[in-house]
């Protein structure tokens, strides 16, 4: 489950645009967010049907009031250029575990197509996967954002470990960034494997970004390792580097656990060395309230660092924060959502606890 982000803008007659004055982006950028708040129109000017666009659109605004930096006011406004998507019929094939688009399931044999199985996923299931609204990253972006001073992503190489969903490096790569997605689940690069999903994504307002995604295991297989390079200025994983389900303190289903392929140290010298000098690693996790010890385990309640501080700086990294709380804000993000269902901030310091981890590498 991961991301990437970096090349040097392409340059094209396309993508050539004259330079604006500082005070022509800000107005870009509020026009944007102001475009953010408008819900999707229907026919003859009235509102139409609900459509998760919209939705993010929405939420960006929502968010903007809680943005630290210039860079993820940017990221909340890019809402504003989603594409909407029309729904994607793909077939699950158990026999071998494969997701397989139209295309690929008439090419086989009338047994095996009777083996698949049908499935139509829509434009929610496109930009938040099963986890929840991409925007989110906004919360850990800034803090990155806010320690390298970037006033953009544009011309950042981004690497998401883990990355579960496309919206946040769509969002990301419409800002000019070079993102790579790396994950284990078969089904991602299948569903996002359209004309437009990947490659160069259009930048309305500079240089265009790209978006590259990569299915395998980082850094135990090879052919993803290389497919996913070096030079990166930011690895993020958001909800997939959890001490629970890398080392959990209890007996948990072994399904529910992640197995990295590489031992901690392995897995840590591999970050270090995708990152160029001044590079930053930032883990971030979210997770609800651990179980008592009579009830199952929960591995993804238990949202630290995975890797000893004392590991990290051995590798190599300056470690910046480590296991750094960041609940207060967390809660002002769910209120803003509307994720809160109804609890109070109270109620939710009982329920929902937010952790992160940064790190530098140095120049």
Known sequence: MGVRVGAAPRISVCSVRPRRSAAARMRA???????????AAG????????????????????????????????????TAYLPRVEPRVL?????????????????????????????????TFYYLGRYGTPLVYARPLDLVAQEAKFDSFAGKRVLDFGYGMIGQLRLLASLGA?????????????????????GVIRNPNGPDG????VEGRFPGEAEARTRIGDG??????????????????????????????ATDEAFVRAVFDVLKGGGLAMIYNL??????????????????????????????FQVLAYDQPDDEVIYEYWMALGLNDGQTREQLKQELFSHFTLLRKPR
């Open 43 to 78: 026919q003859e000017g009235q509102p139409g049907p609900p459509d998760q666009v919209a939705i993010l659109k929405q939420e960006a605004a929502r968010l903007v009031p809680l943005a630290i930096t210039p860079a993820v006011r940017q990221f909340l406004a890019q």
């Open 29 to 39: 950028l509020l026009l944007a967010v102001a475009l953010a708040a408008q819900p």
């Open 91 to 123: 077939f699950h094939d158990p026999t071998c575990g494969r997701v397989h688009t139209r295309a690929q399931y008439e090419q086989l044999d009338q047994a095996r197509r009777h083996e698949c199985q049908r499935r139509e996923y829509d434009e």
């Open 210 to 213: 790209r978006i590259t995604l």
């Open 232 to 261: 990166f200025d930011l690895f993020l994983s958001k909800n997939t580097l959890k001490r629970g389900y890398v080392h959990p303190e209890r007996e948990a289903d072994e399904r529910m656990l992640i197995d990295l392929g």
């Open 287 to 316: 997770s609800p309230k651990q179980n008592p010890s009579e009830k199952p385990y929960i591995p993804w309640a238990d949202g630290r660092c995975p890797f000893d501080r004392a590991l990290l700086e051995r590798v190599g």
């Open 178 to 198: 070079d993102t790579v997605g790396v994950d284990v689940q078969p089904l991602l690069t299948v569903l996002y494997s359209q004309p437009g999903d990947q």
